[in-house]
């Protein structure tokens, strides 16, 4: 009869097989909110970069992403709420600002950036409407898109950085994966701002013809980043490289549909506005499967403990310092 010693000490290590950490309990409220919370920032960065430093022609497009901005953000809170079940536990979490704490700091750097989304969006709506909104014209425009763009990288990318410190191997394996996340907000902002401009009336194809490069470039990035996520994930990355469902969906959706496609389709496909469009929509959707992928891959990759003794065997170069 095999031993509990014999099991552990043996060529299949673990207790027979049964998982040594406890599998993440997160579900579809948190990786939704992981994609409009990415989406948010990075159509507000946009939108700030073209108030900022953008024509009369740019400065119409950013009003369309301010208010794209805070409808994507706006359900945020209601999703974080669902997930950890009662209201008061939301509101417990604003009782301290703790610097050290991911989850603390992104709560934070979630009502700062909403406030900046919101108040931006309020200015935006005296075009949409026609008329002057009460107080918008006090607005600090300029150094709300400031502060909001600072928040808004922040948001892009702290949802990467709170799944790098958990224990759990496809998770924590890799430096990479905040900056994955931040270039996965870019493109996704990029693409959400670029779907609805395309049938705005007012907005010129010369607006529309910058966005393009900024699209290739943030598609590039993100795949670069994905790559090096997986070479330094090593094994742990393989619940989202097989061939199952979380394999299909980062390698066919995330991978295939949200970067490549799009990619080929602005380089080398036809320049007009239904075809950016599509990319668009395809860009969108890989990243919603981007997120939703790497989360379900993490309770995975946390219920095989042979890919938690190796993780704990050979840490990664960040725990080393």
Same mark, same amino acid.
């Given at each position: 009869?095999?031993?509990?010693?014999?099991?552990?000490?043996?060529?299949?290590?673990?207790?027979?097989?049964?998982?040594?950490?406890?599998?993440?309990?997160?579900?579809?409220?948190?990786?939704?909110?992981?994609?409009?919370?990415?989406?948010?920032?990075?159509?507000?960065?946009?939108?700030?970069?073209?108030?900022?430093?953008?024509?009369?022609?740019?400065?119409?497009?950013?009003?369309?992403?301010?208010?794209?901005?805070?409808?994507?953000?706006?359900p945020c809170p209601l999703l974080l709420i669902k997930d950890l079940g009662?209201?008061?536990?939301?509101?417990?979490?604003?009782?301290?600002?703790?610097?050290?704490?991911?989850?603390?700091?992104?709560?934070?750097?979630?009502?700062?950036?909403?406030?900046?989304?919101?108040?931006?969006?309020?200015? @935006?709506?005296? /075009? =949409?409407? %026609?008329?002057? $909104?009460?107080?918008?014209?006090?607005?600090?425009? !300029?150094? #709300?898109?400031? +502060?909001?763009?600072?928040?808004?990288?922040?948001?892009?990318?702290?949802?990467?950085?709170?799944?790098?410190?958990?224990?759990?191997?496809?998770?924590?394996?890799?430096?990479?994966?905040?900056?994955?996340?931040?270039?996965?907000?870019?493109?996704?902002?990029?693409?959400?701002?670029?779907?609805?401009?395309?049938?705005?009336?007012?907005?010129?194809?010369?607006?529309?013809?910058?966005?393009?490069?900024?699209?290739? @470039?943030?598609? /590039? =990035?993100? %795949?670069?980043? $994905?790559?090096?996520?997986?070479?330094?994930?090593? !094994?742990? #990355?393989?619940? +989202?490289?097989?061939?199952?469902?979380?394999?299909?969906?980062?390698?066919?959706?995330?991978?295939?549909?949200?970067?490549?496609?799009?990619?080929?389709?602005?380089?080398?496909?036809?320049?007009?506005?239904?075809?950016?469009?599509?990319?668009?929509?395809?860009?969108l959707v890989g990243g919603l499967l981007l997120r939703r992928a790497l989360?379900?891959?993490?309770?995975?990759?946390?219920?095989?403990?042979?890919?938690?003794?190796?993780?704990?065997?050979?840490?990664?170069?960040?725990?080393?310092?």
């Amino acid at each position: 009869m095999e031993t509990r010693d014999s099991a552990v000490d043996g060529p299949e290590r673990g207790y027979y097989g049964l998982p040594v950490l406890k599998p993440p309990v997160w579900q579809w409220e948190i990786w939704s909110y992981f994609f409009l919370g990415g989406l948010s920032a990075g159509t507000f960065l946009v939108a700030s970069l073209a108030r900022l430093f953008g024509d009369e022609d740019d400065r119409r497009g950013s009003q369309v992403g301010y208010l794209l901005s805070v409808a994507a953000i706006l359900p945020c809170p209601l999703l974080l709420i669902k997930d950890l079940g009662r209201s008061s536990r939301f509101l417990n979490m604003l009782r301290i600002v703790k610097p050290s704490s991911p989850m603390s700091m992104g709560i934070w750097g979630l009502i700062a950036f909403s406030v900046c989304s919101v108040l931006s969006a309020w200015r @935006a709506l005296d /075009a =949409v409407i %026609g008329r002057p $909104l009460p107080l918008s014209r006090a607005l600090p425009e !300029r150094l #709300v898109a400031l +502060v909001g763009s600072a928040a808004a990288i922040f948001i892009g990318g702290y949802t990467g950085v709170l799944l790098s410190v958990t224990s759990v191997p496809l998770w924590s394996r890799s430096v990479l994966l905040g900056p994955t996340f931040l270039a996965a907000a870019f493109s996704s902002g990029l693409a959400a701002l670029g779907l609805a401009l395309a049938f705005c009336r007012g907005i010129s194809n010369r607006t529309l013809a910058k966005l393009r490069p900024m699209e290739v @470039a943030a598609l /590039a =990035v993100e %795949g670069v980043m $994905l790559a090096g996520f997986a070479r330094q994930s090593d !094994r742990a #990355v393989r619940p +989202v490289v097989s061939s199952d469902e979380h394999g299909h969906g980062f390698l066919l959706g995330a991978v295939g549909m949200g970067i490549i496609l799009p990619l080929l389709a602005h380089l080398v496909g036809p320049h007009h506005r239904r075809s950016a469009a599509l990319s668009s929509v395809c860009a969108l959707v890989g990243g919603l499967l981007l997120r939703r992928a790497l989360i379900e891959g993490g309770r995975v990759s946390a219920e095989d403990p042979q890919v938690t003794f190796w993780h704990t065997d050979r840490p990664p170069e960040k725990s080393q310092w």
